[in-house]
């Protein structure tokens, strides 16, 4: 009956991931719809109809590139800018992730056509070494790289829809500046896209937008219209005296100097679109992803294996343990109990304090608020709280969650080295509190340091930096000291078996029952639950592409809890069969060891699936890679021993020991 319940719970859960990820019909909080009305044609102004807009205004994002993991600031490339306005003001969320938006000199009257309309002119020499050069430099290096603009419109990215195979289109939330044809005459990157780019060393850069603005009439609910999508088509013009968009394309050789003039212009059209509603208007930009098939083969691979864990978990529970229990209650005797072999001989050392009793203890603890933060963070996500349409949301809930739940480490951390004798509680407070946070927070500034020196924006400014200090000092640290103080003063933890004085000497192993054969095998199973949900995850930070699919994840999420708890309680059981009792380090390193698969899987990805260049981008790859895989140590490792100390503790506490 008990496994029954199990089951269907687990149906449930799975049944419930899979309606979220698809569920699509209801307003993200926060996220209110805004309409748009057509100005007054006789008099120009704004339209009187309340909370209806007239005026659409476009905002650009950082650039980015698959090249290079420095992103920059729009006006960083020169481009036409809006000094008058005030930017927008951003989350936590934003500024960790780099996105830096502004507004731009592009406004649009709603539903009023405009054909090459013009924007700016920019014009530089780059016989002025000191000025006009190196504007120029950044700008043939940002097209040499691919270079990416983000723009948005209502909340909304501006497409770039292009024909990719099988005749599928896929939608590009971003589009590159410019393009280049190498010595040789090879075209790169967008260069494909215009038989016209064909001059050898020669940068084009993409000065016009063609932007195409769907919208649907709201029925029945408030006046005027809703955006609905806000597709464009980069294109590149040698603009006439007239800018009738009708030249050839904005060359740019590599040898140039002298005068050079770019002129930047765009038209909109407004299309009517009765099929989309507001509500889906993400759905063709995540629908021309083609990741849903994969993700469900990623599903049913880790649900064989967690099948595969859970009958043998369950064929030690029901059949050998049992049978092991029974046997070891009916022993009356002295001359019986001399006899005794497997796992229950070692009940007097089972429980005995581990070495580095001090460091496990404070790696639980971080563990533990690392664990709690993903889980709320996770199930949040997957109610549509913290979708790509909420910026920056994700990464904010994260870190307000992380700095919240200091007082779940402090407890945790104080009440196991409590039950592990150690009565330096100062210092492991301390440790709960500064040594992993600490760990990161060095990292985290170093990369910092570097994307300061390289001019990227997403070089953390000096009052957001004092600000994450100001939390992690004034409100993390203080609650990781109260639950250390609750922690202490509850009674250690009680054992289920007295620990003897001296203790006893472990047989010699055999070479799948070491230590590390055993560590490195438990890793495995684990890994193999995540490896392709984790190839997303490494699209979505590295390759700039979205990740929407949380139902999935947290799914993942819970079958890597189960897979870890169940492959470290089946080498715990075989490791105490071969009188080993020292499970508590090799536990939490078990399942642990899936960060460095994950750490492993992570040079792979960057060898065989990145194109990035340039030595401070690797560095800075290979610094916040570091970062993640020592959380998801933390992460992994914590699951693990708490697996193998509720077995431990369940299967002594039903076998009588004299």
Same mark, same amino acid.
């Given at each position: 009956?008990?496994?029954?319940?199990?089951?269907h719970t687990?149906?449930?859960?799975?049944?419930?991931?899979?309606v979220?990820?698809?569920a699509?019909?209801?307003?993200?909080?926060?996220?209110?719809?805004?309409?748009?009305?057509?100005?007054?044609?006789?008099?120009?102004?704004?339209?009187?109809? #309340?909370?209806?807009?007239?005026?659409?205004?476009?905002?650009?994002?950082?650039?980015?590139?698959?090249? /290079?993991?420095l992103?920059?600031?729009?006006?960083?490339?020169?481009?036409?800018?809006?000094?008058?306005?005030?930017?927008?003001?951003?989350?936590?969320g =934003?500024?960790?992730?780099?996105?830096r938006?502004?507004?731009s #000199?592009?406004?649009?009257?709603?539903?009023?056509?405009?054909?090459?309309?013009?924007?700016?002119?920019k014009?530089?020499?780059t016989?002025?070494?000191?000025?006009?050069?190196?504007?120029?430099?950044?700008?043939?290096?940002?097209?040499?790289?691919?270079?990416?603009?983000h723009?948005?419109?209502?909340?909304?990215?501006?497409?770039?829809?292009?024909?990719?195979?099988?005749?599928?289109?896929?939608c590009?939330?971003?589009?590159?500046?410019?393009?280049?044809?190498?010595?040789?005459?090879?075209?790169?990157?967008?260069?494909?896209?215009?038989s016209?780019?064909?001059?050898?060393d020669?940068?084009?850069i993409?000065?016009?937008?063609?932007?195409?603005?769907?919208?649907?009439?709201?029925?029945?609910?408030?006046?005027?219209?809703?955006?609905?999508?806000?597709?464009?088509? #980069?294109?590149?013009?040698?603009?006439?005296?007239?800018?009738?968009?009708?030249?050839?394309?904005?060359?740019?050789?590599?040898?140039f100097s002298?005068?050079?003039?770019?002129? &930047?212009?765009?038209?909109?059209?407004?299309?009517?679109?009765q099929?989309?509603?507001?509500?889906s208007?993400?759905?063709?930009?995540?629908?021309?992803?083609?990741?849903?098939?994969?993700q469900?083969? /990623?599903?049913?691979?880790?649900?064989?294996?967690?099948?595969?864990?859970?009958g043998?978990?369950?064929?030690?529970?029901?059949?050998?343990?049992?049978?092991?229990?029974?046997?070891?209650?009916?022993?009356?005797?002295?001359?019986?109990?001399?006899?005794?072999?497997? @796992?229950?001989?070692?009940?007097?050392?089972?429980?005995?304090?581990?070495?580095?009793?001090m460091?496990?203890?404070?790696?639980?603890?971080?563990?533990?608020?690392?664990?709690i933060?993903?889980?709320?963070?996770?199930?949040?996500?997957?109610?549509?709280f913290?979708?790509?349409?909420?910026?920056?949301?994700?990464?904010?809930?994260?870190?307000?969650? @992380?700095?919240?739940?200091?007082? #779940?480490a402090?407890?945790?951390?104080?009440?196991?080295?409590?039950?592990?004798?150690?009565?330096?509680?100062?210092?492991?407070?301390?440790?709960?509190?500064?040594?992993?946070?600490?760990?990161?927070?060095?990292?985290?500034?170093?990369?910092?340091?570097?994307?300061?020196?390289?001019?990227?924006?997403?070089?953390?400014?000096?009052?957001?930096?004092v600000?994450?200090?100001?939390?992690?000092? *004034?409100?993390?640290?203080?609650?990781?000291?109260?639950?250390?103080?609750?922690?202490?003063?509850k009674?250690?933890?009680?054992?289920?078996?007295?620990?003897?004085?001296?203790?006893?000497?472990?047989?010699?192993? /055999?070479?799948?029952?070491?230590?590390?054969?055993?560590?490195?095998?438990?890793?495995?199973?684990p890994?193999? *639950?995540?490896?392709?949900q984790?190839?997303?995850?490494?699209? /979505?930070?590295w390759?700039? =592409?979205?990740?929407?699919m949380?139902?999935?994840?947290?799914?993942?999420?819970?079958?890597l809890?189960?897979?870890?708890?169940?492959?470290?309680?089946?080498? *715990?059981?075989?490791?105490?069969?071969a009188?080993?009792?020292?499970w508590? @380090?090799r536990?939490?390193?078990t399942?642990?060891?899936?960060?460095? &698969?994950?750490?492993?899987?992570?040079?792979?990805?960057?060898?065989?699936?990145?194109?990035?260049?340039?030595?401070?981008?690797?560095?800075?790859?290979?610094?916040?890679?570091?970062?993640?895989?020592?959380?998801?140590?933390?992460?992994?490792?914590?699951?693990?021993?708490?697996?193998?100390? @509720?077995?431990?503790?369940?299967?002594?506490?039903?076998v009588?020991?004299?």
């Amino acid at each position: 009956m008990c496994i029954f319940r199990r089951s269907h719970t687990f149906l449930s859960v799975f049944f419930v991931a899979g309606v979220l990820q698809y569920a699509t019909s209801f307003y993200l909080p926060g996220l209110a719809p805004v309409n748009f009305c057509e100005k007054d044609s006789t008099t120009g102004k704004e339209n009187e109809v #309340p909370d209806c807009k007239s005026t659409i205004e476009l905002f650009v994002n950082r650039l980015d590139s698959v090249e /290079s993991v420095l992103p920059y600031e729009y006006t960083a490339f020169d481009f036409c800018a809006s000094d008058k306005e005030k930017r927008p003001s951003e989350n936590l969320g =934003q500024v960790l992730f780099g996105e830096r938006i502004e507004p731009s #000199p592009y406004k649009f009257e709603f539903k009023k056509k405009e054909e090459c309309k013009h924007v700016c002119t920019k014009e530089y020499d780059t016989n002025k070494v000191n000025t006009d050069k190196p504007i120029v430099d950044f700008l043939k290096k940002g097209m040499l790289l691919n270079y990416q603009h983000h723009w948005i419109v209502d909340n909304m990215p501006v497409t770039w829809c292009y024909d990719v195979e099988d005749g599928q289109k896929f939608c590009n939330p971003g589009f590159p500046i410019g393009c280049y044809v190498t010595e040789s005459g090879r075209p790169k990157d967008a260069c494909v896209v215009n038989s016209e780019f064909n001059e050898k060393d020669t940068f084009y850069i993409f000065n016009h937008v063609d932007i195409t603005i769907y919208y649907h009439v709201v029925e029945n609910e408030a006046a005027g219209a809703r955006l609905v999508a806000a597709k464009m088509e #980069p294109k590149s013009y040698k603009h006439k005296e007239g800018l009738d968009c009708t030249g050839g394309p904005m060359d740019l050789s590599n040898k140039f100097s002298g005068q050079l003039k770019i002129d &930047y212009t765009y038209s909109v059209h407004f299309v009517e679109d009765q099929h989309i509603r507001w509500a889906s208007r993400w759905d063709y930009i995540l629908e021309s992803m083609p990741h849903t098939n994969i993700q469900w083969f /990623s599903i049913m691979n880790s649900l064989v294996i967690v099948l595969f864990l859970s009958g043998m978990v369950a064929m030690i529970m029901l059949r050998t343990l049992h049978k092991d229990i029974a046997r070891y209650n009916q022993i009356d005797s002295v001359e019986d109990a001399q006899e005794e072999f497997g @796992w229950k001989l070692v009940h007097g050392d089972v429980f005995r304090p581990p070495r580095k009793g001090m460091l496990l203890s404070v790696f639980l603890g971080s563990g533990t608020q690392i664990f709690i933060m993903t889980f709320v963070t996770l199930f949040f996500a997957c109610l549509g709280f913290l979708s790509p349409a909420n910026r920056g949301a994700l990464m904010t809930c994260a870190v307000v969650l @992380w700095v919240l739940l200091g007082t #779940p480490a402090g407890y945790v951390a104080a009440r196991f080295y409590k039950s592990f004798g150690g009565e330096k509680w100062k210092t492991n407070v301390l440790l709960t509190a500064f040594l992993c946070p600490g760990v990161v927070f060095a990292d985290f500034f170093l990369m910092n340091l570097i994307l300061w020196g390289e001019g990227s924006s997403a070089a953390m400014p000096f009052g957001t930096l004092v600000a994450i200090l100001a939390l992690w000092f *004034c409100i993390s640290v203080p609650l990781t000291f109260i639950g250390a103080y609750f922690g202490f003063k509850k009674s250690a933890i009680e054992h289920p078996v007295r620990t003897n004085q001296i203790p006893r000497q472990i047989p010699e192993q /055999s070479f799948y029952t070491k230590p590390f054969p055993g560590i490195v095998m438990g890793g495995i199973l684990p890994f193999g *639950c995540i490896f392709i949900q984790l190839f997303f995850i490494l699209n /979505s930070i590295w390759s700039h =592409q979205m990740y929407y699919m949380f139902g999935f994840l947290f799914l993942v999420f819970i079958i890597l809890v189960i897979t870890c708890s169940e492959a470290t309680i089946l080498l *715990c059981y075989f490791h105490l069969c071969a009188e080993d009792y020292h499970w508590q @380090w090799r536990s939490f390193l078990t399942s642990g060891f899936t960060a460095i &698969y994950f750490l492993v899987y992570a040079v792979h990805y960057f060898f065989s699936k990145l194109q990035i260049s340039g030595l401070a981008s690797t560095i800075l790859y290979f610094g916040y890679t570091m970062i993640m895989a020592l959380i998801f140590f933390l992460f992994t490792g914590t699951i693990g021993f708490f697996a193998c100390f @509720w077995f431990v503790t369940k299967i002594y506490s039903v076998v009588k020991v004299d």
